[in-house]
């Protein structure tokens, strides 16, 4: 299985700052024949599911604001909110579909400073 | 917009069988590929399986022998079958539309194992 590892586990930062989640896999989840990382975000807030953000590491989700954005290629990737705001507060965990089992990172709590 | 909804028991003992359904509008689910997933409460997800239209299905490994999930494309539903439960089975599970990612998510349904 790829392991998923996100850091912190836990982050506070005041409103109007940027926020950055890591996340790094077990193994390349960049797919040499389409180019791709196959890396997902996804924000969970209290009692609801899971939410998709972005999508091939760095493709935003239809109407996801634009201070969410992703970057990273291979093992290493990386979640940004460029100006947090009240309604971010939430989890954020990193996934990859690259191979089965899809696998989730553990997630990273975010709140607000 | 696709919309899904799960339903089935809330409350189911050990070593009994866990069934639910989700049910899909807005959308057929002739295409894309349907998921189940679960969270233990305070915890985080874990991608239990997924069928296809053609009946076509992947599992966890985790959970491979106790998994079943099958599509009735008449119905626009899917469902997932979780056989000899334990407390350790106790989670929201929710069902997903995946094409690569999973992009649309049912609400969730609180299955506890408890006698």
């Known amino acids: 299985d790829v392991v998923m590892t996100q850091s912190p586990d836990s982050l506070s930062v005041s409103l109007g700052e940027r926020a950055t989640i890591h996340c790094k896999s077990s193994?390349?989840?960049?797919?040499?024949?389409?180019?791709?990382?196959?890396l997902a975000w996804h924000q969970q807030k209290p009692g609801q599911p899971p939410k998709l953000l972005i999508y091939w590491a760095s493709a935003r989700e239809s109407g996801v604001p634009d201070r969410f954005s992703g970057s990273g290629s291979g093992t290493d990737f990386t979640l940004t909110i460029s100006s947090l705001q009240a309604e971010d507060v939430a989890v954020y965990y990193c996934?990859?579909?690259?191979?089965?089992?899809?696998?989730f990172g553990q997630g990273t709590k975010l709140e607000i400073k | 917009q696709v919309r899904l909804q799960e339903s089935g028991r809330g409350l189911v003992k050990p070593s009994e069988t866990l069934s639910l359904t989700c049910t899909v509008s807005?959308?057929?689910?002739?295409?894309?590929?349907w998921s189940w997933i679960r969270q233990p409460p305070g915890k985080g997800l874990e991608w239990i399986g997924y069928?296809?239209?053609?009946?076509?299905?992947d599992y966890n490994p985790s959970l491979n022998s106790r998994v079943t999930i099958s599509a009735d494309t008449a119905k626009n539903q899917f469902s997932l079958s979780l056989s000899s439960v334990t407390a350790a089975d106790t989670a929201m599970y929710y069902c997903?539309?995946?094409?690569?990612?999973?992009?649309?998510w049912g609400q969730g349904i609180l299955v506890t194992v408890s006698s």
């Open positions: 069928v296809y239209n053609n009946g076509k299905t």
């Open positions: 996934q990859q579909y690259y191979s089965s089992p899809f696998t």
């Open positions: 807005g959308g057929s689910i002739s295409t894309y590929y």
């Open positions: 193994q390349s989840l960049l797919y040499s024949s389409t180019n791709k990382n196959y």
């Open positions: 997903a539309r995946s094409g690569f990612v999973f992009d649309n």
